[in-house]
């Protein structure tokens, strides 16, 4: 459940919310086509056209075509491959490409790569005997010499020269995964590319996960044959130990194998982050407990496996690694001072800051004061600077700021009038970023910047919300409890403030995602089938406490054994308080969201049946106990010491106190939230007879978004209901 505050949010287009605040040269394995900085900072590398070509930054027409359409046919075919990713080779005279590419769980990780030798025009096939579609995360060695891919859960090394493929490991299958990961680590840490190349290329470290105790969860497909049969999915359920991970170190050249020998009990304990340690010689990585409060980061040496513990960080509630603040990317470690000193990210004082820390784990502060880091966008050591994101004032919107490494005041680079969402991609040299811009009246895409001074190198596009759109109105509101939260609110076309008004609820309250976030689509409802504002409904969402908003650690973690429970308290106290307002029609008042947000819709309209008339639930955690290990965990506590909190919070829990309106929605073949949660569901409520309207989508999944049809099927169902059930228009 860790990404899916963007699904439920814009439904079929979270690729593009994802893509919002990621950097480029981290997003293009997870969402969408690559684009790169040079090494020098001053041209981007993209596809146009089918062809890969190096953009001036500040001229596009500036172009040079690094591989055309000739280039990238395989000999034999009339047809150039369609390049899905790249990357160039530390020399740039190879281009690694990835094509053909295939969905495994979120993403087209898996698929054919070919090498394109810029110097004698050759294209060659890695992997040329290995099934079609079948390599995943190929990359070329620091020499570019060798590239080393997986392919069916082993390890691969192939020389680009002759073409010999050597394997590396041998016993690889569904259950002992080399070099990738399983669904829970992928799911809940974005890891998925599981091994790295020593900066010298003799080496590679990579994860082996051992998942031979983790039991399938069967799903069934009745509809693809005359035949139902099961979909196995490896899926550890909350309660249940971990997969096993393990760090291990290959020679290339003669496949000597060293496995790391670290403390603990591998199924009681993570392993979310490794990478070397600024050598050929070390590993670095972390290590979180089960209950994901404490981590702990070895060295680890890769010629023994030794490892010496140097730093150790605890935390009450949980502690975030990497992708929670890094747009869902674990990989990468910030080193600075020639590898003698790294960065990191902690929320020890309260606030999530940066901090300086040293091989023997001493560690100095970087970034100060009552506000939270949301982000490192850049760490230029050639002059002194760390760029990173924050908002200290205001918690729905997103800057850039840029601070000495060594400590200091932070400095605002974002110009003051530009209110809303900035993201930046800031070249290698720290001079220029590609900006964009979006708030809920604007958005700009293309806009280029010199740093620090902000200044105007490209125009790019702006786009404004048409003066006949519905406006997007930002508030806060205190509840009863003393809980200030964020807002916004579309009002209908042709306000009458004389006359009652439905209100609808967008809904999420779990730490995964914001939903009050001062973007250019905010307040916007792409599952409704026409306009909310002109048909004449209120439509609003509120941030709970637990929601990763840039409030602070207590803020976030004010959730830890409460979800369920203390968000949707604030979520009912926040809407009794909009009720007092005398446009809004406190007989009409519906909630929907999805995921995440289906179970807080569920536990409003159960818990709270005096506010809420009227709900839609799409892909709802029914009962936590069913939903996996890491995130629930994570947030819950483990059900074995504590089972009150997962009861409490869980709708199954609460359905018996059904009064309103409620249709149900889910796909069959949802291998994130299982449809095992809408029939516990359905049966909590047969049992005490409560009516209901309920949608089955056959194998589809948690996004709902396969099949012909199933986009303006659901958008029409959402709206018919929504209208009948809660309808619109002033009185």
Same mark, same amino acid.
């Given at each position: 459940?860790?990404?899916?505050?963007?699904?439920?949010?814009?439904?079929?287009?979270?690729? /593009?919310?994802?893509?919002?605040?990621?950097?480029?040269?981290?997003?293009?394995?997870?969402?969408?086509?690559?684009?790169?900085?040079?090494?020098?900072?001053?041209?981007?590398?993209?596809?146009?056209?089918?062809?890969?070509?190096?953009?001036?930054?500040?001229?596009?027409?500036?172009?040079?075509?690094?591989?055309?359409?000739?280039?990238?046919?395989?000999?034999?075919?009339?047809?150039?491959?369609?390049?899905?990713?790249?990357?160039?080779?530390?020399?740039?005279?190879?281009?690694?490409?990835?094509?053909?590419?295939?969905?495994?769980?979120?993403?087209?990780?898996?698929?054919? !790569?070919?090498?394109?030798?810029?110097?004698?025009?050759? /294209?060659?096939?890695?992997?040329?005997?290995?099934?079609?579609?079948?390599?995943?995360?190929?990359?070329?060695?620091?020499?570019?010499?060798?590239?080393?891919?997986?392919?069916?859960?082993?390890?691969?090394?192939?020389?680009?020269?002759?073409?010999?493929?050597?394997?590396?490991?041998?016993?690889?299958?569904?259950?002992?995964?080399?070099?990738?990961?399983?669904?829970?680590?992928?799911?809940?840490?974005?890891?998925?590319?599981?091994?790295?190349?020593?900066?010298?290329?003799?080496?590679?470290? !990579?994860?082996?996960?051992?998942?031979?105790?983790?039991?399938?969860?069967?799903?069934?497909?009745?509809?693809?044959?005359?035949?139902?049969?099961?979909?196995?999915?490896?899926?550890?359920?909350?309660?249940?130990?971990?997969?096993?991970?393990?760090?291990?170190?290959?020679?290339?050249?003669?496949?000597?194998?060293?496995?790391?020998?670290?403390?603990?009990?591998?199924?009681?304990?993570?392993?979310?982050?490794?990478?070397?340690?600024?050598?050929?010689?070390?590993?670095?990585?972390?290590?979180?407990?089960?209950?994901?409060?404490?981590?702990?980061?070895?060295?680890?040496?890769?010629?023994?496996?030794?490892?010496?513990?140097?730093?150790?960080?605890?935390?009450?509630?949980?502690?975030?690694?990497?992708?929670?603040?890094?747009?869902?990317?674990?990989?990468?470690?910030?080193?600075?001072?020639?590898?003698?000193?790294?960065?990191?990210?902690?929320?020890?004082?309260?606030?999530?800051?940066?901090?300086?820390?040293?091989?023997?784990?001493?560690?100095?502060?970087?970034?100060?004061?009552?506000?939270?880091?949301?982000?490192?966008?850049?760490?230029?050591?050639?002059?002194?600077?760390?760029?990173?994101?924050?908002?200290?004032?205001?918690?729905?919107?997103?800057?850039? !700021?840029?601070?000495?490494?060594?400590?200091?005041?932070?400095?605002? /680079?974002?110009?003051?009038?530009?209110?809303?969402?900035?993201?930046?991609?800031?070249?290698?040299?720290?001079?220029?970023?590609?900006?964009?811009?979006?708030?809920?009246?604007?958005?700009?895409?293309?806009?280029?910047?010199?740093?620090?001074?902000?200044?105007?190198?490209?125009?790019?596009?702006?786009?404004?919300?048409?003066?006949?759109?519905?406006?997007?109105?930002?508030?806060?509101?205190?509840?009863?409890?003393?809980?200030?939260?964020?807002?916004?609110?579309?009002?209908?076309?042709?306000?009458?403030?004389?006359?009652?008004?439905?209100?609808?609820?967008?809904?999420?309250?779990?730490?995964?995602?914001?939903?009050?976030?001062?973007?250019?689509?905010?307040?916007?409802?792409?599952?409704?089938?026409?306009?909310?504002?002109?048909?004449?409904?209120?439509?609003?969402?509120?941030?709970?406490?637990?929601?990763?908003?840039?409030?602070?650690?207590?803020?976030?973690?004010?959730?830890?054994?409460?979800?369920?429970?203390?968000?949707?308290?604030?979520?009912?106290?926040? *809407?009794?308080?909009?009720?007092?307002?005398?446009?809004?029609? *406190?007989?009409?008042?519906?909630?929907?969201?999805?995921?995440?947000?289906?179970?807080?819709?569920?536990?409003?309209?159960?818990?709270?049946?005096?506010? !809420?008339?009227?709900?839609?639930?799409?892909?709802?955690?029914?009962?936590?106990?069913?939903?996996?290990?890491?995130?629930?965990?994570?947030?819950?506590?483990?059900?074995?010491?504590?089972?009150?909190?997962?009861?409490?919070?869980?709708?199954?829990?609460?359905?018996?106190?059904?009064?309103?309106? /409620?249709?149900?929605?889910?796909?069959?073949?949802?291998?994130?939230?299982?449809?095992?949660?809408?029939?516990?569901?359905?049966?909590?409520?047969?049992?005490?007879?409560?009516?209901?309207?309920?949608?089955?989508?056959?194998?589809?999944?948690?996004?709902?978004?396969?099949?012909?049809?199933?986009?303006?099927?659901?958008?029409?169902?959402?709206?018919?209901?929504?209208?009948?059930?809660?309808?619109?228009?002033?009185?």
């Amino acid at each position: 459940m860790n990404r899916f505050i963007f699904r439920n949010q814009l439904y079929t287009c979270y690729i /593009l919310v994802g893509l919002l605040g990621a950097t480029l040269n981290e997003t293009y394995a997870q969402f969408g086509q690559q684009v790169q900085w040079s090494d020098d900072g001053n041209a981007m590398i993209k596809v146009v056209a089918g062809e890969i070509v190096s953009e001036a930054v500040t001229d596009a027409a500036q172009r040079t075509v690094l591989a055309t359409h000739a280039d990238l046919t395989p000999a034999g075919s009339n047809e150039p491959l369609p390049v899905r990713r790249f990357s160039l080779a530390a020399k740039g005279d190879k281009i690694l490409i990835n094509t053909h590419t295939k969905r495994v769980w979120r993403y087209d990780t898996r698929g054919d !790569y070919w090498v394109f030798d810029q110097g004698d025009k050759s /294209l060659t096939q890695l992997g040329k005997d290995l099934p079609a579609s079948s390599l995943m995360y190929a990359k070329l060695s620091p020499d570019g010499t060798k590239a080393a891919y997986v392919s069916g859960h082993n390890l691969y090394v192939e020389e680009l020269g002759s073409g010999t493929v050597t394997p590396l490991t041998t016993d690889g299958n569904d259950r002992i995964i080399h070099g990738t990961f399983d669904w829970a680590y992928e799911e809940e840490f974005g890891c998925r590319d599981g091994f790295r190349w020593s900066p010298d290329g003799t080496q590679i470290a !990579y994860w082996t996960i051992d998942a031979r105790t983790i039991r399938n969860f069967l799903m069934i497909n009745n509809t693809d044959s005359t035949y139902s049969y099961t979909i196995p999915v490896e899926y550890p359920k909350v309660g249940e130990a971990p997969s096993a991970a393990f760090l291990s170190v290959v020679a290339v050249g003669n496949g000597r194998t060293v496995k790391m020998d670290i403390p603990g009990d591998p199924t009681q304990h993570y392993l979310p982050r490794m990478e070397w340690a600024a050598n050929s010689k070390e590993l670095i990585f972390q290590q979180l407990d089960r209950k994901q409060q404490q981590s702990n980061l070895y060295v680890a040496n890769a010629t023994d496996g030794t490892c010496s513990l140097i730093y150790t960080e605890t935390d009450s509630a949980w502690i975030d690694s990497k992708a929670r603040w890094n747009h869902d990317d674990p990989t990468g470690w910030e080193w600075i001072n020639g590898g003698k000193e790294f960065i990191w990210v902690s929320e020890k004082d309260g606030w999530r800051h940066l901090y300086r820390i040293d091989r023997q784990g001493n560690e100095k502060p970087i970034t100060r004061g009552d506000y939270d880091v949301m982000g490192i966008d850049r760490i230029d050591e050639t002059g002194g600077y760390v760029y990173f994101s924050a908002s200290p004032d205001n918690a729905t919107q997103k800057y850039l !700021y840029r601070i000495k490494i060594s400590g200091g005041k932070a400095e605002r /680079l974002t110009p003051k009038h530009l209110a809303g969402t900035h993201n930046y991609t800031i070249s290698p040299n720290g001079k220029v970023a590609m900006h964009r811009y979006s708030s809920h009246t604007a958005n700009r895409t293309g806009h280029v910047v010199g740093l620090p001074d902000h200044q105007t190198l490209v125009e790019g596009t702006l786009t404004e919300l048409p003066a006949d759109a519905p406006k997007t109105e930002f508030f806060s509101i205190t509840t009863a409890d003393g809980v200030e939260m964020d807002g916004w609110m579309v009002k209908p076309t042709n306000f009458d403030p004389t006359k009652k008004y439905p209100v609808v609820f967008y809904v999420y309250g779990e730490p995964a995602g914001q939903t009050v976030t001062d973007q250019y689509g905010a307040g916007s409802n792409r599952l409704y089938n026409g306009s909310m504002a002109d048909d004449g409904y209120v439509y609003i969402s509120l941030d709970n406490r637990g929601t990763p908003a840039p409030k602070g650690r207590a803020w976030r973690k004010a959730i830890y054994k409460n979800i369920g429970i203390s968000n949707i308290r604030d979520q009912a106290m926040g *809407a009794q308080e909009i009720l007092k307002w005398p446009f809004v029609d *406190a007989d009409r008042v519906a909630v929907w969201g999805w995921s995440g947000g289906g179970s807080s819709t569920l536990n409003l309209l159960f818990q709270y049946p005096e506010i !809420y008339q009227t709900g839609i639930a799409i892909a709802a955690v029914g009962d936590q106990l069913m939903y996996d290990n890491i995130y629930q965990e994570r947030y819950m506590g483990i059900p074995q010491e504590d089972r009150t909190p997962f009861i409490e919070g869980s709708p199954v829990t609460h359905a018996r106190h059904l009064r309103g309106n /409620l249709l149900y929605i889910h796909g069959t073949a949802d291998d994130n939230v299982h449809y095992q949660n809408a029939e516990l569901l359905i049966n909590e409520l047969i049992k005490h007879n409560k009516q209901f309207s309920l949608m089955a989508y056959p194998n589809r999944s948690h996004s709902i978004s396969e099949g012909e049809g199933t986009q303006a099927h659901l958008s029409t169902l959402y709206t018919d209901f929504l209208k009948q059930r809660c309808p619109p228009g002033g009185r």
